[in-house]
T-cell receptor, first 109, second 115 residues
Framework: ELKVEQNPLFLSMQEGKNYTIYCNYS?????LYWYRQDPGKSLESLFV?????AVKQEGRLMASLDTKARLSTLHITAAVHDLSATYFC?????????FGTGTSLTVIP | DSGVTQTPKHLITATGQRVTLRCSPR?????VYWYQQSLDQGLQFLIQ???????AKGNILERFSAQQFPDLHSELNLSSLELGDSALYFC??????????????FGPGTRLTVT
């Protein structure tokens, strides 16, 4: 069965600090997605990574994809409180989407 | 606002009952996806429709069924409900389906509580 693992599951970080969330998956997939979910809300698409070596940045978030290592990272630079949310990665090996367990991020002032 | 609408927002029903959740995709999107989110099992893909036809099936129980209508809205039918079916059900849409699908836009969800 395909597995998508994120770590850490919970992350508490101070404002201004940097950190990386990791997403490992167990099957071949050349596309990977990152989503954000605020408590009680729906999912918001952050990044779509479509090929090996893809890197995308939006504000303080940067995502990358290494399909050979089956690894994606979501790097947070100089965290601010507004980034507090749960972050999910998802892979699409072919017509289905498999989501990671989610990383709950809390940014402390 | 993603442009995807779901009704109802909340639903409370008893075990053994049947409910229908409705989803309207963004204008122009042909693909609709259904997901279940629960504390126990996280986010799970249930089923995908593309332009009225079933395109992919995930962890959808036999008690659940879905369809996409000619106007592209979709309904998810849940029958013989059990306590464990209590969850948040999301619908998402994208422009295309299959390997051409890129970004998905999620609706606000329907929170189902089975008592």
């Amino acid at each position: 069965e395909l597995k998508v693992e994120q770590n850490p599951l919970f992350l508490s970080m101070q404002e201004g600090k940097n950190y990386t969330i990791y997403c490992n998956y167990s099957t071949t997939s050349d596309r990977l997605y990152w989503y954000r979910q605020d408590p009680g809300k729906s999912l918001e698409s952050l990044f779509v990574l479509l090929s090996n070596g893809a890197v995308k940045q939006e504000g303080r978030l940067m995502a990358s994809l290494d399909t050979k290592a089956r690894l994606s990272t979501l790097h947070i630079t100089a965290a601010v409180h507004d980034l507090s949310a749960t972050y999910f990665c998802a892979v699409d090996p072919g017509n289905q989407f498999y989501f990671g367990t989610g990383t709950s991020l809390t940014v402390i002032p | 606002d993603s442009g995807v609408t779901q009704t109802p927002k909340h639903l409370i029903t008893a075990t053994g009952q049947r409910v229908t959740l409705r989803c309207s995709p963004r204008s122009g999107d042909l693909s609709v996806y259904w997901y279940q989110q629960s504390l126990d099992q996280g986010l799970q893909f249930l089923i995908q429709y593309y332009n009225g036809e079933e395109r992919a099936k995930g962890n959808i129980l036999e008690r659940f069924s879905a369809q996409q209508f000619p106007d592209l809205h979709s309904e998810l039918n849940l029958s013989s409900l059990e306590l464990g079916d209590s969850a948040l059900y999301f619908c998402a849409s994208s422009v295309q389906g299959g390997r051409d699908s890129y970004e998905q836009y999620f609706g606000p969800g329907t929170r189902l509580t089975v008592t």
